[in-house]
């Protein structure tokens, strides 16, 4: 019987360590990484048990790629971006067509961000794609890929089901792309996000899932309702917690040993230093907590067949809320730590620089609780993004 997964990905931590610095220059995980990823059994921990998942529950998931991210954030991404890729895909897929991708512990997917320049036609038994797409986390891991697109008729009108457009994420395998190597970034580098892009491919209607549309459902779970936009959200502000914790860890470790020049008194000695760890440990507390108790809330709706606007906005803002938190308590970690802190071989360095860069993710965009506080006035806008 398998472990936890976020027991299981803890082991990980001092192999991530090691190839930490290795994964950063070469913008992609390590072969050691990914093996031990597969050997964990880490990439269908969503995937439903029918085709040898996990199906664990939100608030494991949260806690996995915390776990995962407290040795590197690059791999915690990965572990979040190709899970939740995978399982909302599966979950929408004919069950023979999603057993044929989705076979075995290696088989993740990786793809872009959605947006309104690609060009999905219908015709006879499935689509021709056409479009570039950016952000393709973990690709380079993959053997397939996958792309979002809203669907036209030939003429060129919108292609219409459930009272809709159609709009659909299309899978293929990797090498009918054209990978851009143009991942050239502050931090993350390891994710290998790379640019892709395809022409007038065909991709069969069995190949075309419909993740979040609850008409085209083929597995029940409870995880598949709550759709893929909060289960992202959720596993990417399990990785910026993760983040914040190393470093906090990191700088309280420096300040037990550290004596600054610019201070008549050690670190360990100094009421300031007290206070800002003693305040760090505390929101980064918080966070979690709330993070973690609207994960385990709106999962637990789910299995009851009851989770509601209300609870779906909650994660969205405790998701939010923790991404943005961990993110300072990250950075008040790296500036406490001082002039060491700026070294490629100290702790700090790589780690800031990943912090910065998941907090500009569109799951942690500050619209998010704007959008929260109108739904708790009562504005009647519609919520978003949840």
Same mark, same amino acid.
């Given at each position: 019987m398998l472990k936890p997964a976020s027991e299981r990905a803890r082991t990980l931590v001092s192999l991530l360590d090691a190839h930490g610095a290795e994964i950063d220059r070469r913008r992609e995980l390590t072969p050691e990484v990914v093996d031990a990823l597969v050997e964990q059994d880490l990439l269908r921990l969503l995937l439903p048990k029918g085709l040898g998942g996990q199906e664990i529950t939100l608030l494991e998931f949260c806690k996995t790629t915390e776990a995962v991210a407290i040795g590197d954030a690059s791999t915690g991404w990965f572990v979040n971006q190709s899970n939740v890729s995978s @399982?909302?895909?599966? @979950?929408?897929?004919?069950? *023979?067509?999603?057993? @044929? %991708?989705?076979?075995?512990?290696? +088989?993740?997917l990786a793809w872009g961000s959605r947006h309104n320049q690609s060009v999905a036609t219908r015709v006879d038994g499935g689509y021709r794609l056409t479009g570039r797409w950016s952000y393709a986390s973990g690709s380079r891991h993959t053997s397939w890929i996958g792309a979002h697109s809203a669907v036209t008729n030939p003429d060129g009108s919108p292609h219409m089901r459930h009272g809709r457009q159609d709009d659909r994420s299309f899978l293929f395998p990797k090498a009918q792309a054209e990978i851009i190597d143009d991942w050239y970034v502050l931090g993350l580098r390891g994710t290998g996000s790379d640019t892709y892009e395809v022409r007038d491919l065909f991709v069969p209607d069995a190949h075309a899932p419909a993740r979040d549309i609850p008409e085209e459902k083929r597995w029940d779970g409870p995880l598949y309702p709550i759709g893929s936009t909060l289960l992202y959200a959720t596993g990417f502000s399990g990785v910026t917690v993760g983040l914040?914790?190393?470093?906090? *860890?990191? &700088? %309280?470790?420096?300040?037990r040993s550290r004596h600054s020049r610019s201070s008549a008194y050690s670190m360990a000695a100094n009421q300031a230093v007290h206070r800002e760890i003693g305040s760090l440990e505390a929101k980064w507390r918080s966070a979690r907590a709330f993070l973690h108790q609207s994960a385990a +809330?709106? &999962? *637990?709706?789910?299995v009851r067949g009851e989770l509601d606007t209300d609870l779906r906005v909650r994660l969205r803002l405790a998701t939010t809320h923790a991404m943005n938190e961990a993110t300072e308590v990250s950075v008040a970690c790296y500036r406490g730590a001082g002039t060491m802190a700026i070294l490629d071989r100290a702790p700090f360095e790589r780690r800031l620089r990943d912090a910065l860069t998941a907090s500009q993710h569109l799951q942690a965009m500050m619209s998010h609780v704007e959008m929260a506080g109108r739904h708790l006035i009562g504005t009647g806008d519609p919520p978003a993004f949840i």
């Open positions: @399982a909302s895909s599966a @979950a929408a897929m004919p069950k *023979d067509a999603a057993a @044929a %991708i989705f076979s075995g512990p290696r +088989e993740g914040a914790r190393r470093m906090l *860890d990191t &700088y %309280i470790e420096l300040a +809330e709106a &999962y *637990d709706a789910s």
